[in-house]
């Protein structure tokens, strides 16, 4: 059977999706029996260079043409503007849709998916996170009879390549994020990657998927990794630690907590092996225990392949007559996130050389119930800092597990100490150790 498939947004993705229906289209019909046939691709500026070169009786640059000759309609503009007009369009005219559009999901998300429900009709998500890794499909489908206890993992390739190059190559974050721009990793502005934000949608999109809930998405955690310190990259190191930025979603009961922030992660742990662009995600489960994906999470093609993922499955319920439905129950299940996570701690201050600095210290974190695993004190990176000619060294603790907000006010108090100069590097540690 023919599915007429149209595409609004032809850029990098949009590109590469023309290029695998055009290419692929014999492999796709012999394995499937569907025929998915490109109807229109609507892009408001043909001008542009593209990879591929899109046949010219598709083009168009009034989206309005793809929503009446299509049976599907992928979105592939991004952002939230246009896109959620196009997409609200698109299933008032009784059209499924698919789309990569993370931002969109993670913020619009209860009302697209509600809207769909109730015509319906199929909203396909693959492509909003981890690019060509089947993530929303196997929390949605393979791993459906386990109760989810976590989600966590690298989503994003632009700051793990940074990261990667620091961890390995000893260079600082903004020669690393240069390399990342000359090699077409980071865009001209990636204030997205490196502030975390890209991320975070992506691990609110699933924890959507995962915990079978909404939460407003204002409440994610979102550190990015803008300010992180070569120093603390090799502090770590030294400590068996290599430093990622994770995407972390847990459930408790019924709260969860959903954050991105710089974590540490023990050498040995699979996803500190994890590097340059790629991506990888853990889903820990009551039944199947752990299981983690990994592959390219960004890019034309990879993003391309989750794309067309979506455009078999959907097709597949329109030939069958079989109403689309959500394993989320939209309507009803609302969570609070949890800003109170339980974790252990890397600390660094810069501290006078010194005796008497660590019981100072060591005592505000006892107040707090905060113990202590171990202490490095590096002479060896002492600087002359301009307080008195005083020789400044760097202090680290690593705590136990510890509460957030009991970490936040004994970090303030400690910031207060005469004998802590500048302000303190905090960063969490995730591991088993208790």
Known sequence: ?????????????????????????????????????????ADKDWSRQRAFDVPQELRTVNYEEVLEES??????????????????????????????NKHLLAEEGRAIFQSAQERGLCVG?????????????????????NNIRAVYGILNGTTNYVLTRMLEEGVSLQDALKEAKEKGY??????????????AHKIAILSFMAFGGFFPFSGVYVEGIRHVDLLDVELGRELGYALKLLSIAK??????????????????????????????????????????????GAGAYPTASAVVSDLIDVSRRIISGTPCKESINWEDKSYSLSDNFYSRYYMRFDVPD????????????????????????????????????EHVVPLVILTHKAYERNMRKALEEIQNLPVVIGSPVLIRVEEEAE
């Open 1 to 41: 059977m023919k599915i007429k498939v149209g595409l609004v947004g032809c850029g990098v993705v949009g590109t590469g999706v023309v290029e695998l229906l055009l290419k692929n289209k014999e492999v796709i019909r012999k394995k499937t029996g569907i025929e998915l046939v490109l109807s229109k691709v």
């Open 71 to 100: 049976h599907v309609v992928v979105e592939l503009v991004g952002g939230k503007g246009f896109a959620k007009e196009l997409i609200e369009e698109a299933l008032k005219k009784g059209k499924h849709v698919v789309t990569a």
């Open 125 to 145: 998500f693959e492509a909003s996170v981890g690019g060509g890794i089947p993530i929303i499909k196997a929390v949605r489908e393979s791993l459906v009879g």
């Open 186 to 199: 980071a865009e001209a502005d990636p204030s997205l990657d490196i502030d975390g934000w890209d991320s």
């Open 251 to 296: 459930k408790r009961e019924e709260e969860l907590e959903v954050r991105v922030h710089p974590t540490f992660l023990p050498e040995e742990d699979p996803l500190a092996k994890v590097s340059d662009v790629f991506n990888a995600i853990m889903v820990e489960g009551d039944f199947v225990g752990k299981v983690m994906l990994y592959g390219r």
């Open 354 to 389: 010194k005796p008497g600095v660590l019981a100072s210290i060591s005592r505000v974190l006892a107040d707090y119930h905060i113990s202590i695993a171990s202490v490095l004190q590096k002479e060896k990176v002492c600087k002359l800092a301009g307080r008195e000619g």
